[in-house]
Nanobody, 123 residues
Framework: QVQLRESGGGLAQVGDSLRLSCAAS????????MGWFRQAPAKEREFVAT????????YYTDSVKGRFAISRDNTMNTVYLQMNSLKPEDTAIYYC????????????????WGQGTQVTVSS
C-alpha cells in the first residue's frame, strides 16, 4: 500500500504562484515515475506532469509547459509541483499519483492516487 498526501492548494489570483507538495509513504513505495494530474469541474481528470525516479525525465502537458515545474526529493519521498503564472483554467483538484506508466497520447496508468488538493485561480 502507498499513501499519498497532497498539500499546498488554495485560492490564487491570476499570475500568482503556488507550490503543491505530495508526501508519499507506505510499504509499496517504489522507485518509479510519479505524477500530477488534475480534474476541473465537469471535466475528466487530465495529465499535468510526471517525473522519473532520478528526476532527469519530465513530461508536461502542453498547457502548462513553461509555467509549471515538477520536481522530487527522494530523501523526503516528496514530489512537488511549482505552478507559476496561474490562469483561471488551472482551477481544478490536483492529484498526486504513484508508479505511472506512459500509455501514449498523454494517457497514464498509475497505481495509487492521493485525495487531491483544490486549486482555485480567480480573475
Amino acid at each position: 500500500q502507498v499513501q499519498l498526501r497532497e498539500s499546498g492548494g488554495g485560492l490564487a489570483q491570476v499570475g500568482d504562484s503556488l507550490r503543491l507538495s505530495c508526501a508519499a509513504s507506505g510499504r509499496g513505495l517504489s522507485r518509479r515515475v510519479m505524477g500530477w494530474f488534475r480534474q476541473a469541474p465537469a471535466k475528466e481528470r487530465e495529465f499535468v506532469a510526471t517525473i522519473s525516479w532520478s528526476g532527469d525525465i519530465k513530461y508536461y502537458t502542453d498547457s502548462v509547459k513553461g509555467r509549471f515545474a515538477i520536481s522530487r526529493d527522494n530523501t523526503m519521498n516528496t514530489v512537488y509541483l511549482q505552478m507559476n503564472s496561474l490562469k483561471p483554467e488551472d482551477t481544478a483538484i490536483y492529484y498526486c499519483a504513484h508508479y505511472c506508466i506512459n500509455l501514449g497520447n498523454n494517457r497514464w496508468n498509475c497505481d495509487y492516487w492521493g485525495q487531491g488538493t483544490q486549486v482555485t485561480v480567480s480573475s
